[in-house]
């Protein structure tokens, strides 16, 4: 079976426990905890589980009442119990939703004539994992999507900010650590899954390049269980990073992230005393957090941050903000996704791509804006959301930055018929001057609907960008020819 048709059986055994009263978001934890117990013995790391609670033992049990009790026990006990912090932290306050023995009976069961491996004993427990985390974030009645993000947007995130071997990457609102979890596995990718470093560097990339913090404890529990699976042992807190937690989060050569939306209970401000600006807007204040957290040693520590509308226009505290941002990072790139991907049909967010400069002001020079919403597809189960649909996105922001290489490296301005070339019709630079001349406000960048239709295709940016460069550099030549006749 594959990795799709298990997570489904699994996910149909839901079907089997609503007479149970057990809810879609109950049955995830529940799975999880029962998961766990049988990935344990297939992993070969169950010598960390007491001896009665393994698997082995548990399935020997014949009499309903008898497995139920001491599941029971073994909830309320693992999470004290256990030397591995990782199950340590899984089984904390753990509890079952469960009420009839029989319904227990059933889950263990048919988990354990699940075959877990196909050709080749390739390992898919991992991916089985995932596929649990995607159906439970698609049932709106559990609630689950504030903290899952669309897979192709999380690996477009990553690949465009690429992360290096031996870089330290967090995630301040982990949610099921998608995100460390994607930038894990595309540095696997690129290094044979680590076997190409040395045990000092691979021990490094299991234990210390990734991290995260999550609020809510059973997103939290299942972050941990995500990880674990995918082989890593990361620190993954559990707590609020807007309270004086996360100001041990810091110095970090990335960060991907999509916080919370909204504003924090009562509309109280965070607790924090490190930020120099107050306000009780959560994704204000995650903002803030994030481009704070990077390293500016080096220049070259970056971050992506899904963000709502209202963090590009609101007033006050939000200027504010911006222009705290515009001054410690480059913000190089606004990318204005489609409404309805996550979160509820009509909320619009936005991904801003910004790289921590080594000074203090005017790190922003320019900010290239995508659109993705204006005429976009109704993404749903007939038009799925796809890495195809970040094609031209990609395209336009590999060539902009290329362009701005150009342009800073000549200290001039690019011939204005080529910057137009280098833009499909969605893509559109603003000065930093042009967008304090709107009070900061970056609610920019989103075209006039009739704007797409009559703009042809201007090929490749990244080949008009190069064909720039190098007329530029021939202009360059013969001006010092002249210079060189001249003197």
């Not at 290096?164 to 982990?174: L, Y």
């Not at 045990?199 to 997103?219: I, P, T």
């Not at 070339?421 to 001349?437: G, K, L, Y």
């Amino acid at each position: 079976m594959s990795a799709e048709q298990i997570a489904k059986k699994l996910w149909e055994l839901c079907n089997v426990l609503r007479d149970d009263g057990v809810t879609y978001h109950q049955y995830l934890n529940e799975l999880t905890y029962i998961l766990f117990l049988r990935l344990s013995e297939i992993k070969k790391f169950d010598q960390d589980i007491p001896e009665q609670y393994r698997w082995t033992k548990l399935k020997e049990i014949k009499d309903n009442k008898e497995l139920f009790d001491t599941y029971r026990d073994l909830l309320a006990n693992l999470g004290t119990m256990s030397t591995n912090e990782s199950i340590t932290e899984i089984y904390t306050n753990a509890s079952t939703t469960l009420r009839k023995p029989v319904n227990l009976r059933t889950l263990i069961t048919n988990i354990d004539q699940i075959d877990w491996f196909e050709d080749e004993e390739q390992d898919k427990i991992a991916s089985i994992y995932e596929e649990l985390l995607e159906k439970n974030a698609g049932e709106k009645k559990s609630g689950a999507g504030q903290y899952f993000t669309p897979r192709p947007l999380i690996n477009i995130m990553v690949e465009l900010l690429a992360p290096k071997v031996g870089e330290r990457w967090n995630d301040p609102a982990a949610g099921t650590f998608g995100f460390m979890i994607a930038a894990d596995e595309y540095l696997r990718r690129k290094t044979t899954d680590y076997f190409a470093l040395d045990s000092k560097e691979r021990a490094f990339q299991v234990n210390e390049a990734f991290s995260g913090c999550e609020l809510v404890q059973d997103a939290h529990r299942l972050a941990l269980m995500n990880a674990k699976l995918h082989g890593l042992e990361s620190r993954i807190a559990i707590g609020d990073t807007l309270t004086d937690l996360g100001k041990s989060f810091k110095n970090f050569d990335g960060v991907l992230a999509n916080p919370p939306f909204g504003t924090k209970q009562g509309g109280e401000r965070p607790t924090r005393d490190d930020f120099t600006i107050k306000t009780s807007n959560k994704q204000l204040n995650f903002l803030m957090h994030i481009y704070r957290s990077l390293r500016k040693d080096t220049g070259t520590a970056r971050a992506a941050v899904v963000l709502p509308d209202n963090v590009l226009f609101e007033d006050g505290d939000g200027q504010k903000i911006r222009r705290d941002l515009m001054d410690k990072c480059d913000l190089h790139t606004i990318l204005r996704l489609p409404t309805g991907i996550f979160y509820a049909a009509g909320v619009k967010t936005n991904v801003l791509f910004f790289t921590r400069g080594k000074k203090e002001t005017e790190n922003t020079k320019r900010v290239w804006f995508y659109d993705m919403r204006t005429n976009a597809p109704s993404y749903g189960k007939r038009t799925p959301f796809t890495r195809e649909a970040f094609a031209d996105f990609v395209k336009a922001y590999t060539g902009g930055i290329v362009l701005d290489q150009v342009k800073d490296a000549y200290e001039g301005e690019i011939n204005e018929e080529k910057r137009k070339a280098i833009q499909d019709p969605r893509w559109q630079v603003f000065t930093r001057e042009q967008i304090a001349a709107k009070n900061d406000s970056l609610d920019i960048g989103l075209i006039e609907d009739e704007s797409i239709s009559k703009n042809a295709d201007l090929g490749d940016p990244i080949d008009i960008a190069k064909a720039a460069a190098q007329e530029l550099e021939a202009i360059k030549k013969e001006l010092d020819q002249i210079i060189g006749l001249l003197g």
